[in-house]
């Protein structure tokens, strides 16, 4: 009996040590915990393997829609460029002294595309276009590149799987890359 | 001027009449001064036909009559002849949402920046935050997901350091250079910055296993984003709330920026508003087609976070003049993203010799370090320019020795060493433009 007692008050003094230690893992105490709702709404990262797409489609004849609606005005009927940057052509000009950087001849990933036009675009009103017409959007300006058919479709796992051209060319940073011998005299 | 109602009106966006003489008059005694800045020079004539009623023997007007009365001026602004000192905003741009505006470095003196005058880089306009509906999330790879009002993070033990911040792309590699130091490197400022560790809030999520990089996310209409690596995050990255003593200025991420020593400006998120933990970095935009560095082979290097050491002379340089042969102080600005700078040496004769020059003390860790040499100029047409050694030895390049393994192409990062030609006359211009 009085063994089984001390077990009981051995456990709750362990129950309580617990408790006490997780509390103790927060150093502060400060903030509140966010609900998972909350985190959904805001967490809208879209990684290069196209982690966190959302649900929804979009193909390429839609998206000429979108782009002429919201995106022609700055980038060009055809995504050459205006106000705002070109978006199509330049593949194979990286390595000459005039290269033109767009999304078919730079982006390494295409899932970026459809992260950056939902979070930043149209530059007027970012946020605003359903997931559909991005993934549409996005679908018209990977076709302006040559990149996908002309009746192509998108969606969470199509767009991850599209091979962008420049994909390899990304290299870690080197520097320090440039020495000075710092001459002192008579240089 | 005995009115202090005409008073105040002179604080305003105009300068009155009584001003604008005060401003000539002032400006005469500039010339007798070292350096004439080169936008004051036209008032020259100007001043030589006035009467020197303010200068010995007479007394000046303002000790004839009481000055602005306490109050005048809730929020202090600078002098009205000061009003030339501001930010340096390039004309005509095609659009004015993604763009950046330069500290008029050779205008400044010592190593902090004043708020007003600090460089400014945004990619979709100066959002207006009410702080007190602003959150910062925390989630992703993190025991406890947190939200944090501004108050809660200011209630986390505090900490204040002076760093300097600097834009990737300060300057091209390009022609055409720019004549002024601040538009060759004016996208580089220096604060005291005030905020919690970051290090201490992402104990108070508590990291999971796995995680190597924080993405940081900012509330503006760009929602900008970067991948910062967990080392950084728990080095000396903080999360900053207030600049030289006040509360952060809008265009400088009011009311939460992240802060991080050394790296490029643009990965010190403005507007913070969540840090998701990750394994891996996210590969935004920004981190993927902008800020990675185009070799002259087509390859590109991707997280190039540090910003190289680097110095320019600041007076004299491109705009000014010498007003006379003789004595003149040589001074400028040197910097590290790698620490300290630990020796910058100055050349008067074109890069042929080169001599030390004083560092102001105390020498700070990824600050600017405010150098000074004396020089007696002989009025013959000189070439001037410095180079600033890091700690680790990193000596700061020349341009012809970045192009010869970086390219044109190669955007960000020019960190090179930046002469300034004096001709015969004084005028300072860019000896490269």
């Known amino acids: 009996m009085l063994m089984r007692k001390t077990c009981i008050t051995a456990f709750v003094l362990f129950a309580l040590a617990c408790a006490t230690q997780a509390h103790a893992q927060t150093p502060y105490g400060i903030g509140r915990a966010a609900m998972p709702a909350e985190i959904a709404g805001w967490n809208i990262d879209v990684d290069r393997h196209g982690d966190n797409l959302p649900p929804g489609s979009g193909g390429v004849s839609h998206g000429r829609e979108v782009f002429d609606q919201q995106c022609a005005a700055c980038h060009g009927a055809r995504g050459e460029g205006g106000i705002g940057e070109q978006l199509v052509g330049g593949q194979g000009t990286l390595a000459t002294p005039k290269p033109v950087q767009t999304v078919g001849s730079y982006w390494p990933y295409a899932p970026t595309l459809f992260d950056y036009i939902r979070r930043a675009m149209p530059q007027n009103a970012p946020e605003s276009l359903s997931n559909d017409d991005v993934y549409a959007v996005s679908a018209y300006i990977l076709s302006l590149n040559g990149l996908l058919s002309a009746d192509a479709i998108l969606d969470a796992r199509t767009l991850s799987e599209v091979k962008m051209p420049n994909r390899k060319m990304f290299v870690d940073d080197p520097r320090p890359d440039v020495k000075n011998p710092a001459c002192m005299a008579h240089c | ?433």
């Open chain 2, 1 to 433: 001027m005995t009115e202090p109602t005409d008073t105040g009106k002179d604080i305003g966006n105009d300068i009155g009449a009584t001003s604008r003489r005060r401003f000539l008059r002032r400006s005469g005694v500039l010339v007798g001064g070292a350096v004439i800045a080169g936008g004051f020079a036209a008032s020259e004539t100007v001043v030589a036909s006035e009467s020197g009623d303010n200068l010995p023997p007479n007394v000046p007007e303002w000790m004839k009559t009481p000055g602005d009365p306490m109050g005048s001026q809730p929020y202090g602004t600078p002098s009205p002849f000061e009003k030339g000192v501001v930010k340096n905003i390039e004309k005509d741009l095609p659009q004015y949402l993604s763009a950046s505006g330069r500290t008029p470095l050779q205008d400044l003196d010592g190593i902090i920046t004043p708020n007003g005058l600090f460089y400014e880089r945004h990619h979709a306009g100066v959002p207006a935050i009410d702080p007190a509906q602003h959150r910062l999330m925390l989630h992703g790879l993190v025991d406890r997901p947190l939200i944090f009002t501004m108050d809660d993070l200011r209630r986390f033990p505090s900490e204040s350091h002076i760093y300097f911040l600097e834009c990737s792309g300060n300057p091209a590699y390009k022609k055409p250079y720019g004549k002024t130091a601040s538009d060759l490197v004016g996208l580089v400022s220096c604060a005291e910055w005030t905020g919690v560790s970051l290090k201490l809030v992402l104990q108070e999520a508590g990291l999971q296993a796995g995680a190597k990089w924080v993405v940081a996310e900012g509330a503006d209409a760009a929602a900008l984003t970067r991948s910062v690596p967990i080392e950084k995050c728990l080095d000396d990255a903080m999360l900053v709330y207030s600049q030289n003593g006040e509360r952060l200025r809008p265009q400088q991420g009011y009311p939460l920026r992240l802060l991080l020593p050394g790296f490029e400006g643009n990965m010190s998120v403005k507007w913070l508003r969540r840090l998701r933990v990750a394994t891996e970095p996210t590969y935004s935009r920004e981190e993927t087609s902008k800020y990675t560095d185009l070799m002259p082979d087509g390859t590109a290097r991707e997280f190039t976070f540090y910003m190289e050491a680097k110095s320019i002379i600041t007076r004299p340089s491109g705009g000014q003049r010498l007003s006379a042969p003789g004595f003149h102080e040589i001074s400028g600005i040197a910097w590290s993203g790698h620490g300290k700078v630990s020796r910058v040496e100055v050349s008067v004769d074109d890069g042929k010799n080169w001599q030390e020059a004083q560092l102001q003390e105390p020498v700070l860790t990824r600050a600017l370090t405010r150098f000074r040499l004396p020089w007696h100029w002989d009025g013959q047409p000189a070439v001037i320019q410095s180079r600033a050694i890091d700690e680790t030895g990193y000596v700061q390049p020349t341009l012809a020795e970045l192009l010869a393994v970086r390219g044109e192409n190669y955007y960000y990062h020019n960190n090179a060493i930046w002469p300034w030609r004096i001709a015969a006359d004084g005028e300072v211009t860019n000896a490269y433009a």
